[in-house]
């Protein structure tokens, strides 16, 4: 298993690739195709994401097929699907990293601070974001991204053992993932 510091490596040489416009050379994606279709696949990271179409995990980190194992949401939101996909990918494939990967301007978080009105289903998924009063849209994203790792920490101990849970926050506008939150 990869030790989490070279995973969250790996993923900022991503985004530097990506930020610099020089993605990876591809190669044969039709023997890597081949090879991954014959064997199960082991991911470096885990990465919970926003369902976001401008957020990409796979692109905003350069990975190839195979690397990342992805679970998208609206608002990178938790329940137990979620809990579950990610499990599977630290038990059984195993994933040495999950990452939480939120991002700026996220609409799902400006949905939660609109409060508008919302038909049940998008209802439930905003009441998992956290809104304190008087917090702008930049905070929430920050805090929900948290939110996220703690219900990810608190749902899945000790099922995700060994595997770290890194925060991590992609910048729509500069195309930067900061790692450091």
Known sequence: ??????????????????????????????????????????????????SDPRVCPELILDAQLGELFVVRTAGNVVDDIVCGSIEFAVRTLGAPVVVVLGHSRCGAVAAA???????PALA????????GSGADAAQVEDDNIAASVAQLRSGLAPWLEPAAIVAAKYDLESGVVDFGL
């Open 1 to 50: 298993m990869t030790a989490p510091a070279e995973v969250v490596g790996l993923l900022r040489e991503g985004n530097r690739r990506f930020l610099a416009e020089r993605p990876r050379a591809r190669g044969d994606m039709a023997a890597l195709r081949a090879r991954l279709a014959q064997a199960n696949p082991h991911p470096y990271a885990a990465v919970l994401a926003c």
């Open 113 to 119: 601070l609109a409060g508008a009105q919302a038909g």
């Open 124 to 131: 439930s998924l905003v009441a998992h974001i956290p809104v």
